[in-house]
């Protein structure tokens, strides 16, 4: 929140702040201000961007007379220079030291690219984007912020499957091509998902590399599950049955369950008492998941729209205690609104003919205004009786 | 503190001399293995431009029977004037030479990782198609790894080929 003076007059005047009290907010602020002036910073970054894109510029225009190992050797030595500068900030926390740890980590995404260059590498993709991964695991580990760590997890992400898609048939013979990296894919998230949970318990470093295994392989898991899970049940076991071999419908049944052996026990393992509430709604939402992506094809269940749409609130539901419990308020409220989204499609689907009236219009925005009205009037009432649980 | 002044050395110097050790390692395979020059042909009849790379077919002097799927696949080159030939090809455990061009036939023909080159974005135009009469010298390490050294264009480097044309009116 901006400090302003008139901010301060109003709480001296409203009597939250005495004069005193007030005179040391502002001189206080004042001498934040000195320490940072943006006109300063912004001048500087415009004065490094223009030397840096000169640089660019000159490299670039003479790029085919420097000899290929000059162009290795001036690689090599920024990279080592960018490690000295590294090793220097990173005793000390801040901003600084995080942006020479993303500039290090990204600048091998440079010498990769200009080694496969110079001695022409035919590359299938993933190998050049696991050898980054590699060398860059023991920084991203020391990362005291967000963005360096996930963008890792993401890369891994893309390198698996770029690699499931062009070599994974090589060494898994007996299932089928689909078959295999239906269960790779799937299985690895888990994995994923277990080795986020697991690793804090483990070690105390790489905090934001396991959150960030943790939160992603998580919105896949259950952002992709409620959509798998969604034409499961609209769709039907009979017409996904005809449509596609059965193999791929017998692995597709045990692969939630088999991820939720790795899960579940990741979670009540890692969880302390006070987090143990937390565990066990996670475990349910696992096991809601699981339900939700199979039932059809465990028990050849033709297409029910009204089950799957139950069925996908509670594993929403199942989410939102979570949330309640690990006293996430924000998230607990994005999901009973998704809950509520979701109803809304529900009388859309019923009704949408209705709105090519005008009548129909009326009523339909009454309701979504009403339900709106009810989240917000009940949602804290909600949180707060499910805490009690 | 010793110790985690060790760490963060290592955190940074590890990374770097890793990967300043894989570009060594192609240096000295690139300046050390036994070169080949192979001729190359296009795509019929036109060249595929992946971004700046030129892609060719390489032109083996014998047909390459590629069984299909097979994850590993050697040839022996030869040796002789005016381009080196194939004598003998099959799988890699049974290579009957010391250093195999190492290959792979997962999509029904043989590739070695040496089917394309790297060229400057300008010369786009006179690069649409592989010059004819084009080879390319290819260093094969003890380990079957092949790297182009460089593309020669009628018996002469690629980039002095471009820059005749260049000239030319």
Redesign the interface.
């Known amino acids: 929140m901006l400090v302003t003076d008139k901010k301060i007059d109003l709480w001296v005047k409203e009597g939250l702040l005495t004069a005193d009290q007030a005179n040391a907010i502002r001189n206080f602020e004042q001498s934040q201000k000195g320490g940072r002036s943006w006109v300063i910073y912004g001048i500087t970054a415009i004065g490094i961007a223009a030397i840096a894109i000169g640089v660019i510029s000159i490299v670039a225009g003479n790029w085919e007379r420097i000899p290929p190992y000059t162009k290795l050797g001036v690689y090599i030595l920024a990279q080592a220079g960018l490690g000295a500068a590294l090793y220097r900030v990173l005793p000390v926390a801040g901003k600084v030291r995080e942006a020479v740890m993303a500039l290090f980590a990204l600048f091998f995404f440079a010498g990769i690219g200009l080694t496969a260059q110079v001695f022409n590498i035919s590359s299938n993709g993933w190998s050049g984007l696991l050898f980054w991964c590699g060398l860059t695991l023991p920084v991203v580990t020391l990362a005291g912020s967000r963005p360096l760590p996930y963008l890792w997890f993401i890369v891994l992400l893309i390198a698996e499957t770029q690699w499931m898609l062009i070599e994974q048939q090589r060494f898994v013979r007996h299932m089928t091509e689909v078959q295999s990296r239906l269960t790779f894919a799937s299985l690895s998230i888990y994995v994923f998902f277990a080795i986020g949970v697991l690793l804090p318990k483990v070690t105390k470093a790489a905090q934001h590399l396991a959150e960030a295994c943790r939160v992603l392989s998580f919105l896949l898991l259950f952002v992709g599950g409620s959509f798998l899970g969604t034409v499961v049940w609209y769709v039907g076991y009979a017409e996904l049955g005809s449509g596609m071999p059965a193999n791929i419908i017998g692995t597709a049944r045990f692969i939630p369950w088999i991820g939720l052996l790795l899960a579940a026990p990741a979670m009540l393992l890692r969880s302390s008492k006070a987090d143990r509430k937390v565990a066990w709604a996670l475990s349910v939402s696992f096991v809601m998941l699981a339900v939700f992506t199979t039932l059809p094809l465990v028990f050849a269940l033709d297409a029910h729209r009204i089950a799957g749409t139950v069925l996908s609130i509670l594993l929403w539901w199942s989410l939102a205690m979570a949330a309640v419990y690990a006293g996430r308020k924000r998230l607990f409220d994005l999901l009973t609104l998704a809950i509520t989204i979701r109803l809304l499609v529900v009388y859309f689907e019923v009704f949408g003919s209705m709105l090519a009236t005008g009548v129909g219009l009326i009523i339909s925005g009454v309701l979504i205004l009403f339900i709106a009205w009810i989240w917000y009037r009940f949602r804290d009432r909600l949180a707060e009786m499910v805490q009690r649980l | 503190m010793r110790t985690?002044w060790l760490i963060?050395?290592?955190?940074?110097?590890?990374?770097?001399l890793?990967?300043?050790g894989?570009?060594g390692s192609?240096?000295i395979h690139?300046e050390n293995s036994a070169t080949y020059e192979l001729p190359v042909r296009g795509f019929d009849p036109r060249d595929l431009l992946s971004g700046?790379?030129l892609r060719y077919q390489v032109d083996y002097g014998q047909p390459v029977a590629c069984p299909e799927?097979t994850?590993e696949w050697c040839l022996c080159l030869r040796p002789s004037q005016p381009f080196a030939r194939v004598n003998w090809q099959g799988q890699c455990s049974d290579a009957a030479c010391n250093t195999p061009l190492k290959g792979s036939c997962?999509t029904g023909s043989f590739?070695a990782?040496?089917?394309?080159?790297?060229f400057?974005e300008r010369y786009t135009r006179e690069l649409a198609i592989v010059p004819p009469a084009s080879s390319i010298i290819v260093s094969v390490s003890g380990s079957g790894k092949g790297?182009?050294k460089s593309f020669i264009v009628d018996g002469e480097p690629l980039?002095d080929w471009l820059q005749s044309k260049a000239v030319e009116p």
Request: avoid cysteine; hydrophobic fraction near 55%.
């Open positions: 985690k963060h050395l290592a955190v940074v110097a590890v990374p770097v890793v990967i300043a894989w570009i192609y240096v690139v700046h790379y799927r994850p997962t590739v990782g040496i089917e394309r080159y790297y400057p790297v182009v980039q």
